[in-house]
């Protein structure tokens, strides 16, 4: 017999996968559990194969601290279980609440990084101020927040971002779609990369607004800072005022 | 019997008395059960002794040898037969064969009271089909051995590792337990009554039970995790061709490791025990997993195999004092320990080595080049990829 017929023989019942899932059909009581089985940045996927039919059990799960450690899989056990829930969800503000939400609605009284990132719809209300990585890599769905710090919507496809007061540096960083919305002010080099999509700042922007921009509109009521457009290619920008060195084709609005 | 210590899969069994009956059913293994005075072990031998053989409890019992430090082989084997001498028409030297050489069902009786020296008998005599004496062979043909032993007492003797790998399986035999003491409690009637009640086999059905063994399928799976285990053990990279059954003062315990990256990984086994496994392990592993397959009436599958094998692992190797120390060990639950590095090694065949597997294979099966396998396998910080898979490609290149 040959070797190779040998190992197909042996493995032939096996699922291919390098790790071991020791705990197979047992109950899911923690985190700690979960990432037994899923490992500490799993897919979304994986997670809701595993996660408990149990409403109460899984509110048990999202109310224990993940820490560092399990904090994705805490994001995607808040998603599933806004999703679940008819009334909206409110969970402690951590890391990573909402992550790849599809529907359903999620209430923080204030949030840290990476909240609604890579969520598809459903709605994200922060009512005091985000942290870093607010709705990265967005691809449908609304978050509204008082305030965010850096790289906010950053890589966003579709969806709606509302900041009601005023947003850090790296807004919208290389978006290519979606809409956002400053009703405050934002820092330094927001747009930059933008391929497609909306930025509307109402208070003044940053310098470098529309760094290398290819396409997409950004529109600032008050006072862009310097250098404004830099080496754009595309798209369109207009504030109501600009530093020194903007690009010639940015427009100043009445 | 005590309690129920031996879990096959859902399948809950008392490892003494099926190992005892496992052993019934091959020939050439050995069982030793091991444990402190009283807990049946002979009895239970001569019991089975006398189902399988059809015979009287008290005639079992003759049959057996019992060790202390005047027994000698001619006590134990056979002896010359001193009419001949006085017989001028006498032809070849006679042996006057006793009972238990003859018999093919061999109780060696408190193994470890015999002195180390007089233990050395028994290494040409277990396993094997015949005895030899005086020039002259005695064929009880394919038996059946057991022995049981004491811990260390202030008579006993240590056991050579090389009867010990002779030794097919240790199982220990503990007290009754406090149901099984109600039960004996209840009970009026002697041990030769309960010999009586037992089911007899005739000859031609105790002569057939190897066979129904052996109809009993391995899977590929059983026998690649039976190969990779005993590999597990034997490989080292410090060791003579990487066998860690060549080392003589040199082990693991005494330093051997020290410095090598493999050394505390839990994962791997190498470091975790000093002796390494031979081939007869391997063909104990396959036979007694057929065998409680066959008295289970269940497939031979990974499940039986992670039962057994470390009754058939434990007796011949001594984990690493430090290792076993800890709790939940305490320094005596070495069965307990073995069976967690068989259960590690079998799982991690299982689960982590079917790429490595697989790029061997098809290497060996000139699918791809030897070149490409070596470069692809040197990736694998795997004691059996860097130890035998490679050097095995090298030597085809």
């Known amino acids: 017999m040959k070797l190779s017929s040998f190992m197909d023989s042996a493995y032939q019942k096996k699922r291919p996968g390098k790790r071991l899932k020791t705990r197979e059909g047992d109950m899911i009581f923690s985190l700690e559990d979960l990432a037994d089985r899923v490992g500490n940045k799993p897919s979304r996927e994986a997670v809701e194969e595993l996660v408990p039919e149990d409403n109460n059990q899984l509110d048990l799960l999202i109310s224990s601290d993940p820490k560092k450690k399990y904090s994705m899989i805490w994001g995607y056990l808040t998603s599933l279980a806004a999703e679940r829930s008819s009334a909206p969800l409110k969970p402690p503000s951590r890391d990573y609440v909402g992550l790849e939400l599809r529907h359903g609605t999620i209430i923080l009284p204030e949030a840290g990084d990476h909240v609604g990132e890579r969520m598809r719809g459903g709605r994200i209300v922060v009512k005091g101020k985000a942290g870093d990585h607010l709705g990265q890599e967005m691809q449908g ?114 | 019997m005590g309690r129920k210590d031996l879990a096959i899969g859902m399948q809950r069994v008392n490892a003494q008395l099926y190992f005892s009956i496992a052993n019934s059913c091959l020939r050439g293994r050995a069982v030793l059960l091991y444990g402190g005075m009283g807990a049946n072990k002979t009895t239970l031998i001569n019991l089975l002794g006398s189902s399988f053989l059809s015979m009287d409890f008290d005639q079992v ?120 003491g109600i039960l004996l409690s209840e009970r009026e009637k002697d041990v030769r009554d309960l010999a009586d009640q037992l089911p007899r086999f005739t000859p031609q059905e105790f002569s057939s039970l190897p066979g129904m063994v052996a109809e009993k399928h ?154 490409k396998a070596i470069e692809e396998l040197s990736l694998f910080d795997d004691p059996i990829a860097r130890l035998d898979f490679i050097p095995a490609l090298e030597d085809l290149s």
């Not at chain 2, 790998?165 to 199982?171: N, T």
């Not at chain 2, 410090?238 to 860690?244: G, H």
């Not at chain 2, 011949?316 to 320094?331: D, I, K, V, W």
Request: aromatic share 10%.
């Open chain 2, 218 to 371: 391995l899977s590929g799976q059983v026998e690649l995790a039976i190969l990779c285990l005993i590999r597990d053990f034997t490989l080292c990279e410090r060791a003579p061709f990487y066998d860690k059954t060549q080392l003589s003062s040199s082990k693991p315990s005494l330093g051997l490791c020290s410095g090598c990256h493999y050394q505390n990984n839990p994962e791997a086994i190498c470091w975790q025990v000093d002796e390494g496994l031979s081939d007869r392990v391997r063909q104990d592993l396959r036979i007694f997993c057929r065998a409680f397959a066959f008295l289970l009436n269940r497939d031979a599958d990974l499940e039986v195999l992670k039962a057994i094998a470390p009754y058939v692992i434990w007796h011949r190797t001594t984990p690493m004092r430090h290792a076993l120390e800890m709790p939940p060990y305490f320094g005596d639950g070495k069965l307990a320990y073995v069976a967690g590095l068989v259960e590690k090694s079998i799982n991690r065949t299982m689960n982590e080595r079917e790429e490595m597997n697989r790029i061997f294979s098809r290497a060996v099966d000139g699918e791809t080049t030897a070149a």
């Open chain 1, 141 to 254: 769905g609304r978050i509204i927040a008082r305030g965010c710090r850096d790289y906010g919507f950053r890589s966003m496809r579709e969806g709606f971002g509302v900041i009601l007061g005023d947003a850090g540096k790296f807004l919208g960083i290389g978006n290519c779609g979606g809409r956002i919305t400053v009703m405050g002010s934002c820092k330094e080099r927001a747009g930059w990369l933008m391929r497609s999509g909306s930025l509307n700042v109402s208070g003044d922007a940053g310098e470098y607004l529309g760094l290398l921009m290819s396409g997409g509109r950004i529109q600032v009521k008050g006072i862009a800072g310097r250098r404004a457009g830099w080496r754009k290619r595309g798209g369109s920008i207009a504030a109501g005022g600009f530093g020194p060195e903007a690009a010639v084709d940015v427009i100043e609005l009445e």
């Open chain 2, 61 to 180: 019992e003759d049959i057996m040898v019992t060790g202390h430090p005047e027994q000698t082989e001619e006590k134990i084997v056979g002896f010359l037969d001193p009419r001949q001498w006085a017989d001028s028409s006498a032809g070849p030297t006679q042996v006057l064969w006793t009972a238990w050489a003859a018999s093919n069902w061999k109780l060696i009786n408190e193994i470890n009271r015999f002195p180390s020296g007089k233990q050395n008998l028994f290494l040409e005599i277990l396993q094997k089909r015949k005895i030899s004496y005086a020039g002259q062979l005695c064929r009880p043909g394919d038996t059946c051995y057991f022995a049981t032993m004491n811990p260390e007492f202030s008579s006993t003797y240590p056991l050579d590792e090389a009867i010990l790998d002779r030794i097919s399986a240790c199982v220990p035999a503990t007290q009754p337990d406090f149901m099984a």
